[in-house]
């Protein structure tokens, strides 16, 4: 379970102090609510390890996450936009997030190939992020996400701006993933998101 | 269900002691060699010898000859800077615009002893130009001396000051120039509201630099001057270290030389003005200015085809009389083939260790800036920075002084040109690495940090794919800078081993100039050979991989936007 308790931020030279609490078991979707400004990209990225909180607690399963550094806290965010490397093709992106040295096995590379077919973008491997579409890329970035395989996953206003049918498959995807057990975080401002995935709602 | 398994232990040393410490190291031993080899010239002046400067009248001579001389060459080179930079922010069409940046790009590379020769060969006693004008005129004139001098220094800081002054102009934010463009402003006009605005903020800069550069100038007028009369500060440390064995006036001339480029210095920081001199490669979108039609435009044509004779004669001068010299060589063989040989065997010797010092050591020092505190970054913009202070004279003076009687064997003497030639590259270097190594946009960042992407890894998915171009770049520059060197090597080599721009000194001082002009042309040659090497593998690459850079440039657009 995530659980987070009187977690506080303000950012520097403002009066406005933000303050989180929630929790959200295995398996559930909770949706954050409020209109931009309201503090939904703060509290992805204090999840993320991003920001400093200035006081409260994060725990997952009983352990503090407060002090970790982003890349030791169980969780992948998924964002809008900018989710991969411009400069490293679309198997490298994903392969990144199984290994940060891209020491794959041969499974692991098996694993992106098949992850790729599933979404409709077979022999997608070399091609470079810049050549792809908009759904194309949030499709790679998910994929990477789902193949990290971490137990939290972040999403914030993750198929803002994508067509229909990217929508449907993503969402989809996302489902799939909240079967196998993991929590969802979401910041989204479209209806539609929060009423097929999510399991309860956070109104900031 | 796998937990926390992205351990920061897991990317090889991505401590971040790993990050610190080497940089740290680097910056402090700068550092301490600069304070070092200063503390050495402090040690060797005696105070009472301080009188000198006032009593002694050939002190007093050259302190005033170095100040007049780069006083006269900065003027010149800031009104021609501005006349070229002008002609062409009013001719974005020029036929041959493109080649002429280039050519002015050059005169950063251009190894000072190889123009010199060039110029010799046009405005030489026995050069192009002089017979042809000696031929139809009455007109008698010397290039030995100041005329030599301050032609050199024009030669080389015009395009440097252009250039500079070009992006300032273009700079002038585009709305602004359309409605000028509108308006139809020209004269004066639009020198007040368009360009004099333009021009000032970087004026004072420019005129800084060129006055360092050419107040520091070594080769220049050890080849050109001619003689006591013309005698710079640089020159007559050169004099009393190598010739009179005068260690305390040594020391008490670059004190003086010190302290007048720090004043400097401190005065273009104070003013915030060092930032941004380095002439960039790319520019702006062009507006058609009002101002270039009909007989300026001819003006400006006529201007911009003399510039580049100008620029370009020494060159072609050093290419017709090389050639021949250099085939004599080849053909006869013997000594003269074998010296040269050797030669460049010993520049390489230095410039290559000297390139990859400089490299090594901008990219540690510049780690340090991106992850440590503000003290940190302070530190290594410092310690960079550190080669323009004080000037590598002034610098090798010290430690001459300072290892004089334990440098027995040549070698480290040798040694010591490569390390003071590293460090002279190093701000060049720096500037070009600092952009690519800080250019990690927040949320790629941010992405590395959540992937665990850390240490070893991270330089190889994130920094080296940027940087390796740069890199390249930097090396070609500080081996490229330190193989044109002849300040540095005149002070710690051997006349009998000499290097490159050593024996091309020796061949231009005893006149010999067919030998001479193709040494020159040999080492412009070099040069070319070097920046080659370093980035044709980049270029046959980029074709494969355009791709790539698309999706660069877009990341880099999209960043404006």
Avoid at chain 1, 26 to 49: E, F, M, V, W, Y
Avoid at chain 2, 226 to 239: C, D, F, K, M, W
Avoid at chain 2, 417 to 433: D, K, R, S, W
Wanted: hydrophobic share 50%.
């Amino acid at each position: 379970m995530l659980d987070v308790k009187n977690l506080t931020f303000r950012y520097p030279d403002t009066e406005t102090t933000w303050r989180f609490t929630f929790q959200v078991d295995h398996g559930q979707c909770i949706a954050i609510n409020g209109p931009s400004g309201s503090g939904k990209s703060t509290l992805l990225n204090l999840l993320a390890g991003f920001l400093t909180p200035e006081s409260g607690t994060i725990h997952w399963q009983s352990r503090l996450l407060n002090d970790l550094p982003p890349w030791d806290r169980p969780v992948t965010s998924l964002f809008q936009e900018h989710n991969l490397f411009e400069h490293l093709d679309v198997q490298t992106n994903i392969g990144l997030g199984m290994h940060p040295g891209l020491k794959l096995s041969a499974e692991q590379k098996q694993a992106i190939s098949r992850g790729l077919a599933s979404v409709g973008m077979a022999g997608f491997e070399s091609r470079m992020p810049g050549d792809l579409s908009g759904g194309q890329r949030q499709r790679v970035a998910l994929l990477r996400a789902l193949l990290r395989d971490q137990p939290i996953l972040l999403l914030d206003e993750p198929l803002t701006g994508l067509d229909a049918e990217a929508c449907t498959q993503l969402r989809s995807l996302l489902l799939r993933h909240k079967a196998a057990g993991k929590v969802l975080v979401l910041a989204s401002h479209d209806a539609e998101d929060r009423k097929i995935l999510a399991d309860k709602q956070l109104n900031l | 269900m796998r937990q926390f398994p992205f351990g920061s232990t897991q990317a090889p040393l991505s401590h971040p002691g790993w990050q610190i410490g080497p940089g740290l190291i680097i910056a402090g031993s700068l550092l301490a060699l600069t304070i070092a080899g200063l503390a050495a010239l402090l040690w060797q002046a005696h105070l009472p010898e301080v009188a000198e400067l006032w009593q002694n009248r050939y002190l007093g001579n050259v302190i005033r000859f170095t100040i007049w001389q780069a006083t006269l060459s900065t003027a010149l080179s800031l009104v021609l800077g501005l006349l070229i930079a002008l002609a062409l922010a009013r001719q974005p069409r020029f036929r041959g615009r493109s080649l002429l940046l280039r050519m002015m790009e050059l005169s950063l590379v251009l190894p000072t002893i190889v123009a010199v020769s060039g110029l010799v060969g046009v405005y030489g006693r026995h050069g192009w130009l002089t017979s042809v004008v000696e031929h139809w005129t009455t007109v008698r004139w010397n290039l030995y001396g100041l005329n030599g001098i301050v032609l050199a220094h024009v030669f080389f800081n015009a395009p440097l000051a252009g250039r500079i002054l070009l992006q300032a102009l273009e700079s002038v934010p585009a709305p602004r120039r359309r409605v000028a463009s509108q308006l139809g402003l020209t004269g004066w006009w639009l020198w007040r509201t368009l360009d004099w605005p333009a021009v000032r903020r970087v004026l004072p800069g420019i005129a800084a630099l060129v006055f360092t550069l050419c107040f520091t100038s070594f080769a220049i007028v050890m080849t050109l001057g001619g003689g006591p009369a013309s005698t710079t500060l640089e020159v007559a440390i050169y004099q009393s270290l190598r010739f009179e064995f005068d260690f305390g006036r040594a020391a008490l001339l670059a004190i003086v030389q010190l302290a007048i480029c720090g004043a400097i210095w401190l005065f273009m920081v104070r003013r915030g003005l060092s930032a941004n001199l380095s002439p960039q490669r790319s520019f702006s979108e062009t507006i058609r200015r009002p101002d270039g039609q009909g007989i300026t435009r001819l003006r400006d044509a006529a201007l911009l085809v003399c510039i580049a004779l100008f620029l370009l004669l020494p060159l072609a001068a050093i290419l017709l009389q090389g050639l021949p010299g250099l085939v004599t060589v080849a053909v006869d063989g013997g000594t003269s083939l074998a010296d040269l040989a050797e030669a460049t065997l010993r520049s390489f010797a230095i410039a290559l260790p000297a390139g990859a010092f400089s490299v090594l050591s901008a990219l540690l020092v510049l780690a340090l800036a991106g992850r440590g505190g503000p003290h940190l970054a302070r530190l290594s913009s410092v310690a960079t920075a550190v080669p323009l202070m004080v000037p590598p004279i002034v610098l090798g003076t010290g430690l001459f002084l300072l290892l004089r009687r334990s440098l027995g064997h040549s070698s480290q003497g040798l040694a010591l040109v490569a390390l003071i030639n590293g460090l002279m590259a190093l701000p060049f270097v720096t500037q070009l690495l600092k952009g690519p190594l800080a250019g990690l946009d927040q949320a790629t960042a941010q992405q590395a940090d959540q992937l665990g992407v850390l240490g070893w890894y991270r330089w190889r998915w994130l920094h080296w794919p940027r940087l390796k171009r740069p890199l390249a770049l930097a090396m070609a520059y500080g081996t490229g800078l330190s193989l044109g060197d002849f300040g540095v090597i005149a002070l710690f080599g051997t006349p009998g081993q000499p290097t490159v721009p050593v024996l091309l000194y020796q061949q231009l001082g005893s006149y010999r100039m067919e030998l001479a002009a193709g040494t020159a042309l040999w080492l412009l040659t070099l040069l070319l050979l070097v920046f080659a090497t370093f980035n044709l593998p980049g270029y046959r690459k980029r074709k494969q991989s355009r791709h790539q850079n698309d999706a660069l440039n877009t990341l880099a657009e999209a960043r404006h936007a």
